[in-house]
């Protein structure tokens, strides 16, 4: 039996790790690793392959950056070639991005059995190209691998047959409880901060960074902020292509502080020992439940309303005195407080790979 992996940008490669360690226990079952290039750049792809124990890729379609349509059907291209060669027995895609949609497509017209790990989740807002992603991976996979009962409640929904659906539990978190005790202060001392004392910020999505007025906005903000409580922002690449574009000025870099794309070991390391967390990314809203951090996320909705509903996370959506508010309350000690949801318990990598072995 062999199982292919594709991944290609950087929230992929935390998802596929614990999968493929999983399925490495089932003597009868092959796999390999195909990368598409998506993301490309060391600090966001090949650290990410060192720490989290991924093997190299067997495959880099080296595709890059690009629109949404020539991206996707570039990675089509070639990943059918790839496809058409390996004939592999299932074919399982991660979470939300171009490189995940587009390996579906690629399978289901080739009536190859694709899995869709992390299915399920919605925005509701079809303006977030994400959200175009996920529905689609969903409508065509074979199985649909679930973090949580509202991943299901959503596919039963769309008419998704029941049994197609795992509810299996969060794979990002599997990574997370691999890694923790391989995290120390290390990154947070090297940039003179002290626990608690500092925010951890992250912003990439277009709503927030591809519109100047914006994200001059929220710029303005978090120099506000920093005037109580040190900022700390490791850049996208998009994001630092906007700043630089636009040429946008930091007031003062020495409590608004700029750093190149971390690791995940030393991002982790940061988000531990923040006060709180001001992302617009999907993947920290859940990790900063699991962690017990405040998080204010810079997004109208989410597809990870269980965050909201049980962990620590805030929408504060695109009201930026929301934003100054809930920053204050955290720091006064009347902040929200949250729970784990259930099954985020580092092991759905093995549940994935019980079903998988059984499907096969
Ligand atoms: C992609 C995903 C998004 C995910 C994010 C995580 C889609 C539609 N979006 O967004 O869901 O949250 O990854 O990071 O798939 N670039 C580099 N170096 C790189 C990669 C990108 O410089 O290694 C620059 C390029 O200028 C590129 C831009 O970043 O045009 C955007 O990259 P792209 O992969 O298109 O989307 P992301 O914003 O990274």
């Known amino acids: 039996i062999y199982v292919l992996h594709i991944v290609g940008a950087r929230p992929n490669f935390m998802k596929a790790a614990p999968v493929m360690r999983a399925l490495a226990r089932y003597p009868e079952l092959s796999q390999k690793l195909v990368h598409t290039g998506q993301h490309y750049d060391a600090n966001m792809s090949e650290i990410f392959f060192r720490q989290l124990g991924l093997p190299a890729p067997d495959f880099n379609l080296e595709v890059g950056s690009g629109s949404h349509a020539w991206q996707t059907a570039q990675i089509m291209m070639r990943f059918e070639e790839i496809v058409l060669q390996e004939r592999p027995n299932l074919v399982l895609v991660y979470g939300d991005v171009n490189s995940t949609v587009a390996a579906a497509l690629v399978c289901a017209k080739l009536g190859i059995p694709v899995g869709h790990v992390e299915a399920g989740l919605r925005s509701f807002d079809r303006t977030m190209p994400e959200e175009i992603n996920r529905l689609i991976t969903d409508q065509i996979a074979d199985l649909l691998f679930t973090p949580s009962q509202d991943g299901n409640d959503n596919l039963i929904g769309e008419g998704v047959a029941p049994e197609k659906i795992h509810l299996v539990g969060n794979v990002m978190i599997d990574t997370l409880v691999h890694l923790l005790p391989s995290v120390n202060g290390r990154c947070r001392q090297e940039l003179h901060l002290e626990p608690k004392k500092f925010a951890l910020v992250t912003l990439h999505r277009p709503s927030n960074v591809d519109d100047r007025e914006r994200f001059a906005a929220i710029l303005k903000t978090l120099d506000t902020i920093s005037r109580n409580l040190t900022c700390v922002f490791p850049v996208h690449p998009r994001t630092r292509a906007r700043l630089q574009e636009w040429d946008l000025a930091i007031p003062d870099e020495s409590r608004l502080r700029l750093l190149e794309p971390l690791g995940y070991l030393d991002f982790l390391g940061l988000m531990q020992e923040a006060a709180l ?50 920053t204050q309350a955290i720091l006064n000690g009347t902040g929200k407080t949250g729970g784990v949801p259930p099954l985020w318990d580092g092991k759905a990598g093995e549940r994935i790979a019980e079903i998988v072995c059984e499907y096969l």
């Open 277 to 326: 967390v001001i992302t617009d990314s999907g993947g920290i809203q859940e990790e900063t439940t699991f962690l017990g951090i405040p998080c204010l996320t810079l997004r109208k909705n989410t597809e990870r309303p269980i965050t909201v509903g049980v962990g620590t996370n805030i929408l504060v959506g695109e009201d930026l005195e929301h934003l100054e508010n809930e």
